[in-house]
C-alpha cells in the first residue's frame, strides 16, 4: 500500500472527448505530483503542488491539461479535447520531505481511440 | 539537461544468479537517486534512495551504489528470483528540483527458474 489512491484505473475514451483522472492520498502530503508513462520509457514530470498552489508545469502540460488541487489533499488532472497522443498512464506521486523519497500510486492508464 | 540512461534495456538470468543492474547520468550535481521496481501495468515501488552525499544503500538482498564524480549508480540484487522479474527503473533528482526525478527507461529483468 503505497498510500495513494488512483480512480480510474483505466479509462477508454474517443479522441476529443474530456476525461479527469482523481488521485486521493491516504495520509497528509504537502507535495503531491503528477506524472505520465508511455510504453517503454520512464515517467515525466508534468506538475506538482505544495498544498493547494501550483508551483511549477512541465512543457509536456499543454493548455488542454489542468490541474487542481483545491484543499491540498486530494488532486484532479483533467484533459481537455483528448489526443491518441495522450493515451498513457497517469501516477499521482506524493513526496516525503524529510528523505526526498517518492511515493506513487497505481496510476490511470488512459487509452484515446 | 540532465540524462538518465539504463543500459541493458533487458536481461534474462536463471533464478540464483547475481543480477547488476546499470543507470548512468550526465549531470553529476545530484540531490539524491532513486531505484524503483515496476511490475506489468503497475505504478512504481520504491526500492533504494541514496542522498547525495551517501555511497551506497542496502536493503535485503538489494544494494545499490552512488558515484557522483562519474555519474553512474549500480544495483545489485543477490541470488535472484522469479519473482524478482520486473522492470526497474532508475531516477535522479536535482539539486534544486525536490521530486521532480529524471527517470531512466528501465531494464526489463526475467529472471527463469
Known amino acids: 500500500d503505497t498510500g495513494v489512491s488512483q480512480d480510474p484505473r483505466h479509462k477508454i475514451t474517443k479522441r476529443g472527448q474530456n476525461v479527469t483522472f482523481r488521485c486521493d492520498p491516504i495520509s497528509e502530503h504537502n507535495r503531491l505530483y503528477w506524472y505520465r508513462q508511455t510504453l517503454g520509457q520512464g515517467p515525466e514530470f508534468l506538475t506538482y503542488f505544495q498544498n493547494e498552489a501550483q508551483l511549477e508545469k512541465s512543457r509536456l502540460l499543454s493548455d488542454r491539461f489542468s490541474a487542481e488541487r483545491p484543499k491540498g489533499s486530494f488532486s484532479t488532472l483533467e484533459i481537455q479535447r483528448t489526443e491518441q497522443g495522450d493515451s498513457a498512464m497517469y501516477l499521482c506521486v506524493l513526496w516525503r520531505g524529510d528523505t526526498g523519497e517518492l511515493f506513487f500510486g497505481e496510476g490511470s492508464r488512459l487509452t484515446v481511440l | 539537461k540532465q540524462e538518465v540512461t539504463q543500459i541493458p534495456a533487458a536481461l534474462s538470468v536463471p533464478e540464483g544468479e547475481n543480477l547488476v543492474l546499470n543507470c548512468s547520468f550526465t549531470?553529476?550535481?545530484?540531490?539524491?537517486l532513486q531505484w524503483f521496481r515496476q511490475d506489468p501495468g503497475k505504478g512504481l515501488t520504491s526500492l533504494l534512495l541514496i542522498q547525495s552525499s551517501q555511497r551506497e544503500q542496502t536493503s535485503g538482498r538489494l544494494n545499490a551504489s552512488l558515484d557522483k564524480s562519474s555519474g553512474r549508480s549500480t544495483l545489485y540484487i543477490a541470488a535472484s528470483q522469479p519473482g524478482d522479474s520486473a522492470t526497474y527503473l532508475c531516477a535522479v533528482g536535482g539539486t534544486d528540483s525536490w521530486g521532480k526525478l529524471q527517470f531512466g527507461a528501465g531494464t526489463q529483468v526475467v529472471v527463469t527458474p
Open positions: 549531470d553529476s550535481a545530484i540531490y539524491n
